[in-house]
């Protein structure tokens, strides 16, 4: 299961981080990473039925996945498996939700001043 919870406690940024987002900041990664959510651990044979990439291409997206922890291989005979690293994924997660509620609370902070202004 890939359901990614939601953390109420102060976050700092995640290690990595800038190669963490840049992982996730490509299409062909994300279907990747919903594929492997979906279907749990996946050949690189399995991960391009039904795709439009070749295998050497999805082997450099997952490459690049790998350096930013978001997935891992594990041999299995002459196979590389591959699998999504759900913690990781959930610290995106809560570092996002961290962004998000410091620009919520900014903008209330910016709505009162405002509304300050207008009645002073």
Not at 20 to 41: M, W
Not at 55 to 78: C, D, F, N, P, Y
Not at 82 to 107: G, H, T
């Amino acid at each position: 299961m890939c359901a990614v919870r939601s953390s109420s406690h102060v976050l700092s940024e995640p290690k990595g981080s800038a190669r963490l987002f840049a992982a996730l900041g490509d299409e062909v990664r994300l279907r990747l990473i919903s594929r492997l959510c979906d279907g749990g651990p996946m050949s690189i044979v399995r991960l391009t039925e039904g795709s439009r990439v070749s295998r050497q291409a999805i082997t450099k997206h997952l490459r690049v996945m790998e350096a930013s922890g978001l997935v891992r291989s594990t041999r299995r005979g002459r196979e590389s498996v591959w699998q999504l690293n759900q913690r990781r994924l959930e610290e995106a997660r809560r570092y996002l939700d961290l962004i998000s509620k410091q620009w919520d609370d900014a903008l209330l902070r910016l709505r009162e001043f405002v509304e300050d202004e207008r009645q002073g």
